[in-house]
């Protein structure tokens, strides 16, 4: 009875838990290296416990410690017994008897050392053998080891005292941290100097007595010096590590980042840094994703500036107005929604909708632009014009799919500046829905033109954690292949500079679908790069909010983006999903679905019931013999008029559209003898009709003239003006004029010299 209660008080007698003390978070890459770690909670550096303990550290610390470890069970008498002689013959504890089993329970109890302190440490000891291999007992002597200070396990010590991982340490350092762990409050690098050294080189002879190392390996090991102070632990990604740390904490985490390639962005961010701090820009980050696995491959939350410039925040999670990056999102769906070609005509003209004035970046308008060139020079009044026409409710839904965090009002709430940068994202997002654009297009030219069910997934930074697709589905998942083909193409674009900016970072040879963006103010440069392999996304700005001059998409953040491009193996691009396709014939010069009277030419589009209008921008006008007039059955012969169809544009956006396209040809005049039966050749820039316009006053405290602009297709034709019904001035070329009316609504009525008549109705307030 009495054997058996302390059988069972035996077999109970060890925790299950042998050490309770917090650990480290520490992450390494996908490589097995140090990137980071974050201290445990109790201050002490502390790393979980070690996967296996290097060879030759092994042989010096059994060699120091613990000779006869593998053979004996928990404890050895013989040299109990020594311990206990050297002590009563010295008076004093001079030397200890304890197995490496028997420090590892002294390690996890932390009691005052005492012989029946030791009597339990003993019997723990065996029953910890019964327990565990000697392999894991090793292991945890190892790993929780004192090393002096805050230093606990050889993992932290061999980065601490030599900068290397443990596998990587010579002999001579692995015998420093040998002995180490039996004195570390007196020997201790830095201090104690010669002590530490006669006590590793009396380490090294063993070793070369017991044969474990040649004369050779023994003389140079003695030459090597001893660590003078602690070497800083990696801090390649310190915002992974914290971002980690909130899900890992305590946890040895193996990432998925490549070292090689964080080694090399880093540098970038850093150079980069330098010379935006010039204009008062502290902060940065870049995310670059593997599209096939949605692994992270590098990841920098921040630059390294000032904790007053707020270092620690994480800019790749951290919430900022999206600027143009969703522009390609429309595009997209509204190809997927057969409302939108990709060459056809958008208009570019001065826009008022409800109220809102939407301006270009550089203050232009084109009067018209093909969608496709819209979209890669990130022009903003097409897109809000196309985002009006496509449904802001609609598109507002849609980006729910993609899971974007910040964008959480209604479509109410940001109006039509969503596409310009109205709704808020972060990068991690928004390089999470591109690499699913991209891994969708890849997947269904991969199988037999199928989607996968859960294609949209999150990225991970962890490699023991695997992003599943879901099942195969012949259904698409948010855009078919097709629309985000077209719009990838529409987006490689860019890498074709219009303009004298200075593009020295651009490189042609590369195929990369790219998107900049830049809120308004300055505050957020966008960056966004596509190829079947990566996704690169980057963000400058200042983490305060304080926007900047010059900090553009353009200027600041894609020479990162091409820089870690550089660093990046080259893609392929993207195959043609053939299956998704139909050839229409559009009309050539407007883009849109050809009529008869219209040029035409093939194109391929997404195989899906199409909305898009037939061309209208096309007319049969009839003219004399001579081609100088128009001529109509009220003066003219039509039997022998020359017929032909004619690429006209209204007069709005003519009058924009002929400044950068010196080939188009304006209609033809009427002859002086024909009535003409169509719409006024004219159209008001400013005001629209219904504006509400305040008078502002200048410097000298008078109120500036509201300008009224009007758009003529025959600019040499004269133009009177009315307010009101009263006439207030004549133009000729150049239809422009300035008036301060008073307060109140008013009528603004303008006929030309052939009777054509516009008007519009403003109110001053």
């Given at each position: 009875?009495?054997?058996?209660?302390?059988?069972?008080?035996?077999?109970?007698?060890?925790?299950?838990?042998?050490?309770?003390?917090?650990?480290?978070?520490?992450?390494?890459?996908?490589?097995?290296?140090?990137?980071?770690a974050?201290?445990?909670?109790?201050?002490?550096?502390?790393?979980?416990?070690?996967d296996?303990?290097?060879?030759?550290?092994?042989?010096?610390?059994?060699?120091?410690?613990d000779a006869?470890f593998?053979?004996?069970?928990?404890?050895?008498p013989?040299?109990?017994?020594?311990?206990?002689?050297s002590?009563?013959?010295?008076?004093?504890?001079?030397?200890g008897?304890?197995t490496l089993?028997?420090?590892?329970?002294?390690?996890?109890?932390?009691?005052?050392?005492?012989?029946?302190?030791?009597?339990?440490?003993?019997?723990?000891?065996?029953?910890?053998e019964?327990?565990?291999?000697k392999?894991?007992?090793?292991?945890?002597?190892?790993?929780?080891?004192?090393?002096?200070?805050?230093?606990?396990?050889?993992?932290?010590?061999?980065?601490?005292?030599?900068?290397?991982?443990?596998?990587?340490?010579?002999w001579?350092?692995?015998?420093t941290?040998?002995?180490?762990?039996?004195?570390?409050s007196?020997?201790?690098?830095?201090k104690?100097?010669?002590?530490?050294?006669?006590?590793?080189?009396?380490?090294?002879?063993?070793?070369l007595?017991?044969?474990?190392?040649?004369?050779?390996t023994?003389e140079?090991?003695?030459?090597?010096?001893?660590?003078?102070?602690?070497y800083?632990?990696?801090?390649?990604a310190?915002?992974?590590?914290?971002?980690?740390?909130?899900?890992?904490?305590?946890?040895?985490?193996?990432?998925?980042?490549?070292?090689?390639?964080?080694?090399?962005?880093?540098p970038?961010?850093?150079?980069?840094?330098?010379?935006?701090?010039?204009n008062?820009?502290?902060?940065?980050?870049?995310?670059?994703?593997?599209?096939?696995?949605?692994?992270?491959?590098?990841?920098?939350?921040?630059?390294?500036?000032t904790?007053?410039?707020q270092?620690?925040?994480?800019?790749?999670?951290?919430?900022?107005?999206?600027?143009?990056t969703?522009k390609?999102?429309?595009?997209?769906?509204?190809?997927?929604?057969?409302?939108?070609?990709?060459?056809?005509?958008v208009?570019?003209?001065?826009?008022?909708?409800?109220?809102?004035?939407?301006?270009?970046?550089?203050?232009?308008?084109?009067?018209?632009?093909?969608?496709?060139?819209a979209l890669?020079?990130?022009?903003?009044?097409?897109?809000?014009?196309?985002?009006?026409?496509y449904?802001?409710?609609?598109?507002?839904d849609?980006?729910?799919?993609?899971?974007?965090?910040?964008?959480?009002?209604?479509?109410?709430?940001?109006?039509?500046?969503?596409?310009?940068?109205?709704?808020?994202?972060?990068?991690?997002?928004?390089?999470?829905?591109?690499?699913?654009?991209?891994?969708t297009?890849?997947?269904f030219?991969?199988?037999?033109?199928?989607y996968f069910?859960s294609?949209?997934?999150?990225?991970?930074?962890?490699?023991?954690?695997?992003?599943?697709?879901?099942?195969?589905?012949?259904?698409k998942?948010?855009?078919?292949?097709?629309?985000?083909?077209?719009?990838?193409?529409?987006?490689k674009?860019?890498?074709?500079?219009?303009?004298?900016?200075?593009?020295?970072?651009?490189?042609?040879?590369?195929?990369?679908?790219?998107?900049?963006?830049t809120s308004?103010?300055?505050?957020?440069?966008?960056?966004?790069?596509?190829?079947?392999?990566?996704?690169?996304?980057?963000?400058?700005?200042?983490?305060?909010?304080e926007?900047?001059?010059?900090?553009?998409?353009?200027?600041?953040?894609?020479?990162?983006?091409?820089?870690?491009?550089?660093?990046?193996?080259?893609s392929?691009?993207?195959?043609?999903?053939?299956?998704?396709?139909?050839?229409?014939?559009?009309?050539?010069?407007?883009?849109?679905?050809?009529?008869?009277?219209?040029?035409?030419?093939?194109?391929?589009?997404?195989?899906?019931e199409?909305?898009?209008?037939?061309?209208?921008?096309?007319q049969?006008?009839?003219?004399?013999?001579?081609?100088?007039?128009r001529?109509?059955?009220?003066?003219?012969?039509?039997?022998t008029a020359?017929?032909?169809s004619?690429?006209?544009?209204?007069?709005?956006?003519?009058?924009y559209?002929?400044?950068?396209h010196?080939l188009?040809?304006p209609?033809?005049?009427?002859?002086?003898?024909?009535?003409?039966?169509?719409?006024?050749p004219?159209?008001?820039?400013?005001?629209?009709?219904?504006?509400?316009?305040?008078?502002?006053?200048?410097?000298e405290?008078?109120?500036?003239e509201?300008v009224?602009?009007?758009?003529?297709?025959?600019?040499?034709?004269?133009?009177?003006?009315?307010?009101?019904?009263?006439?207030?001035?004549?133009?000729k070329?150049?239809?422009?004029?300035?008036?301060?009316?008073?307060?109140?609504?008013?009528?603004?009525?303008?006929?030309?010299?052939?009777g054509?008549?516009?008007?519009?109705?403003?109110t001053?307030?």
């Open positions: 009875m009495l054997f058996g209660i302390l059988l069972i008080a035996y077999y109970f007698c060890l925790p299950n838990e042998l050490f309770k003390t917090p650990t480290a978070t520490v992450v390494e890459s996908r490589q097995g290296t140090l990137l980071g974050k201290i445990a909670d109790d201050g002490q550096w502390r790393f979980p416990v070690i296996s303990v290097p060879k030759k550290f092994e042989t010096c610390l059994l060699q120091f410690e006869y593998y053979k004996h069970f928990g404890f050895n013989a040299s109990i017994a020594k311990a206990i002689g002590n009563i013959s010295a008076g004093k504890t001079v030397r008897g304890s089993t028997q420090q590892v329970i002294r390690l996890s109890r932390n009691k005052k050392r005492s012989y029946f302190e030791k009597f339990i440490e003993l019997i723990l000891a065996t029953r910890l019964f327990r565990h291999s392999e894991d007992i090793l292991k945890l002597y190892t790993s929780h080891a004192p090393y002096g200070g805050n230093v606990v396990g050889l993992d932290v010590a061999s980065w601490r005292y030599f900068g290397l991982q443990p596998h990587q340490l010579s001579a350092e692995s015998a941290l040998a002995v180490l762990p039996n004195a570390p007196l020997i201790y690098p830095g104690n100097q010669q002590r530490l050294l006669d006590k590793r080189n009396r380490l090294l002879k063993k070793l007595t017991e044969s474990f190392i040649d004369s050779t023994f140079l090991a003695l030459l090597e010096e001893l660590p003078q102070k602690p800083p632990l990696p801090k390649i310190p915002h992974l590590v914290e971002q980690i740390a909130k899900n890992a904490k305590g946890q040895r985490v193996k990432s998925s980042l490549d070292e090689n390639l964080q080694l090399n962005v880093n970038i961010v850093y150079k980069y840094h330098k010379s935006l701090q010039q008062q820009v502290h902060n940065a980050a870049v995310l670059v994703l593997d599209v096939k696995t949605r692994e992270v491959l590098s990841y920098v939350g921040n630059t390294k500036t904790k007053e410039n270092k620690d925040v994480d800019m790749v999670q951290a919430n900022r107005s999206t600027g143009s969703i390609p999102l429309l595009y997209a769906a509204m190809l997927d929604a057969g409302e939108l070609l990709p060459e056809m005509l208009a570019d003209v001065p826009t008022q909708i409800a109220g809102y004035t939407p301006e270009n970046f550089n203050e232009d308008y084109s009067g018209a632009v093909q969608a496709k060139s890669a020079r990130s022009l903003n009044i097409p897109a809000v014009r196309l985002l009006q026409s449904g802001l409710a609609k598109f507002r849609q980006l729910d799919v993609f899971q974007l965090s910040g964008l959480n009002k209604s479509a109410d709430h940001y109006g039509l500046t969503l596409i310009l940068g109205g709704a808020e994202s972060n990068l991690w997002d928004l390089c999470k829905t591109y690499a699913n654009l991209a891994s297009l890849n997947h030219n991969a199988t037999s033109s199928e069910s294609e949209f997934a999150e990225p991970t930074y962890r490699t023991d954690q695997s992003v599943s697709f879901g099942e195969k589905s012949t259904q998942t948010v855009f078919d292949a097709a629309s985000i083909y077209l719009t990838f193409e529409a987006m674009e860019v890498n074709r500079p219009e303009g004298n900016e200075s593009w020295e970072f651009y490189d042609s040879s590369k195929e990369i679908a790219w998107k900049t963006g308004f103010g300055n505050k957020d440069a966008w960056a966004i790069g596509i190829t079947t392999d990566y996704v690169v996304g980057i963000w400058v700005g200042n983490a305060d909010g926007g900047r001059p010059n900090v553009t998409g353009v200027t600041a953040a894609a020479p990162i983006l091409f820089d870690v491009f550089d660093v990046l193996p080259t392929d691009w993207f195959q043609k999903p053939f299956d998704e396709f139909v050839d229409i014939d559009v009309c050539a010069e407007s883009g849109y679905l050809a009529t008869d009277i219209c040029p035409k030419k093939i194109i391929s589009i997404p195989n899906k199409n909305y898009v209008k037939s061309c209208d921008y096309h049969m006008v009839h003219l004399n013999n001579q081609k100088q007039f001529v109509n059955s009220s003066c003219f012969d039509l039997s020359v017929s032909e004619w690429f006209s544009l209204p007069p709005l956006i003519e009058f559209y002929k400044r950068t010196p188009y040809k209609l033809p005049p009427f002859r002086n003898d024909c009535k003409s039966t169509n719409a006024p004219m159209e008001f820039i400013y005001p629209k009709n219904g504006s509400r316009i305040s008078l502002t006053k200048n410097f405290g008078k109120k500036n509201v009224l602009k009007l758009a003529h297709a025959k600019p040499e034709t004269e133009v009177y003006w009315y307010l009101d019904e009263r006439f207030i001035s004549q133009t070329d150049f239809h422009e004029i300035g008036l301060i009316p008073d307060l109140g609504r008013h009528k603004i009525t303008v006929v030309d010299a052939l054509n008549e516009v008007s519009v109705t403003i001053i307030e």
